[in-house]
């Protein structure tokens, strides 16, 4: 008998994989390239999928890098 993948298993681990990826990229970001609090970006896109794409389409701030 053959098992097919849980619909529920691979959007948990979706979830968990872009979460891991926008945490990550908060880190690292200073906080003058992010748009709001860090704290607040952590707990939107640890709530679902949307917050962490909301952080990537409108939480960073997007422009020139600077190499002062």
Known sequence: MERKPNGLLLFVLG??????????DIQQRPAQQIRGSKRLWRLLSAANTLGSASYWLAGRRYGPSRSD
Do not use: G, K, N, Q
């Open 15 to 24: 979830h968990v994989l872009v979460a891991s990826w926008t945490w990550r």
